[in-house]
DNA sequence: CATGAATGAGACTTCATTCAT
DNA sequence: CATGAATGAAGTCTCATTCAT
């Protein structure tokens, strides 16, 4: 469906580290065609414009991360195991590809309304993914079923991508001054494990959604 | 510190539907000053710069829900009470005034990476309150201390921020179809009573923090 | 109708100018500012694009020449009379300001399709104004209708034209050798007196190429 | 002289019928490659640039205008039966082949300055020729030297020029509403028989408006 | 204080032309 | 000969900001 080729896909890995860098509306077509090492038309040749490049970067990346999490969740069998994988294969991928996650956390989400609208919709693939397994728990009494599964999927994707855009933005404020990155909790939270952070989410997600044994 | 005027506040009631409704990019100073009755000139007798009259937005509407927050959780005795009084009354602020809430949740996060930043720096002040909160009912001992209060606060702030944000788009999609937009809960999530998810917010915030009585 | 200042006639002036010399195409708009001594920004604030430059620019000059050769047949009595009256003040027109002349017997008619059909419409009126002389000599017995009136004023506008093109021509070939350009006869026909060949346009028209027999 | 081979024909009638479409500067020359079913390089191999494209164009087309015009009044013994056959072989021609006649009539004078005047230049074959037989018809006494015969004809090719170019747009606007374009007469003259239009050019440059008292 | 016409730097995009295959 | 992907110069237009009134 989304033609390929090598010289596509270097242009969008050059848009995903100026627009990370640079945020969209300040990054210039010209610099992601010097980072991409190609003369300015020649984004034309794969993008119809600016904007078409910055829907294309996010089909792709949504892609990847939706196919992460959908075979993190098909490899664990309990719905208590296919959330802590979610979380888990997420965060993760936070961790491994910090320069897609800051594209998709904070960038995406600028333009225009009509981007807001098309990336919520295509956020509702991987927020339907999460219902899914809550509502499977729910169905199975494991988990209490007050707050609907739609809007829990929601909050706890709130958390994820709360703790993603802390991560992050610690992150860049660390490196802008210089300093390799390293992974550290402060106590203003700026700068931390993105990977035990999955922990929490899991405990703080899990024993809240638990019905109680007594009680 | 903050000069006020009149005029100026007309500028910032301006500049918040301005921007809530266009974008802060896609917002032109010119629409600004015709949607506050006031030449293009008068605006930088106010602000020294679009991006100032962004940050001074910004400063303004967050004194606004500080003072709301500190109030709300300052009204309430228990860890648990003051949780809720938080979470209910920044769930409030978004019902009855979206578009302060629209222009607080998404506009004011895209811009610039400065404004990323400052931003982040200032919704600390909110994070800081409610990660009190949480310290206190965890010193207390009626909550678990497995997450620390910082991360705990962040991740309930990302489920407020993500319901709201849910919210305010569908609210969107309502309105540009020409409807009023009357909040109702649809199974995609999709439009639902903002009110009514304090509670959720609640339930999973609280039964995850509560220590079990019996194990 | 039309809104009228001194700065948008500066630059209608000067988009003449530099149209008649370089062409629409050819044309910069910051050429147009140039020699309207504004700023490139500036001509965006009187016109829409560089096509409503143009369009602005012909229909300035059409009102005058329309009410020019309205006036020059009001002046007259029979339809003989009204002819040479036209004629004359046409050819006039093209020798008393050759620049817009040119802007309007050449670079009018380039641009877009659309352009071509707008001004065909235009001259419309003008070329009702001949067909109706035309008529009139018909109706009064004075003129033969083997020709239908609408056709022959297309025709004499069609001589008009071409003489006008001619003059204009050579003396754009002229004047790019860096000499004044002298009107006058060459056997080539490329340099002539314009007014003289008003006569000749008279003579044609009303008489023919025949030697009258008698009289 | 000019090289010729079957693809560079397919390339110039493929540009004659882009340029009558689009007009000379809209047309893309990967407009006129796709048209002529060759690649965008190949153009470059049969022509230096699109500028010399379409002078070739122009030679071509005139090439043929000029040898059927010749042939016709060749094949005439008086100057009124040359010049009615010259009249008729133009018309006739634009009836036959109208996009090329478009190009001729519209497109191949736009362009740049140095397109006129060369086109200017080469249209002087075809005047000398009318001029030719004007002249012949003057001395033979048939027709009055009132108007020099380099000037009638010109204004006779300009009535033939201007009915064409009427012609051709009134079949254009037909055209592009969808239907046929089936040639009428119609009071605006908008529409109608170019056929039949040689006669009233041969009426009117022979005998004029004017009725004869006798004869 | 207020105005709003004017500025001009700078961005996106187009497209004639080239050249390695 | 032919291809068509790549180039990059150049043009139109936007809009934050200024300043004379």
Known sequence: MTPHSPKRDRILDAAERVFAQRGFFTAKVADIAKEAGVADGTIYLYFKSKDDLLISL???RMERVNALLAAAVAGATTPREKL???VRAYVGMIADQPTAAEVLTIELRQSTKFM???SAQRFGELLRLLAGVIAEGQASGEWSDAVPAPHAARMIWGM????ALAWLLGRDAG???G?????SVDDDGRKFDI???ADWVGALVTQG???RSHV
């Not at 994820?160 to 703790?163: I, P, R």
């Not at 300093?179 to 992974?183: A, I, T, V």
């Open 209 to 211: 959604l638990e019905r």
């Open 58 to 60: 996010f089909e792709s």
């Open 84 to 86: 802590l994988a979610f």
């Open 160 to 163: 994820l991508d709360e703790l």
């Open 179 to 183: 300093r390799k990155p390293p992974p």
């Open 195 to 197: 990977v035990r952070a």
């Open 116 to 118: 807001r609208e098309y």
């Open 175 to 177: 490196a802008r001054r």
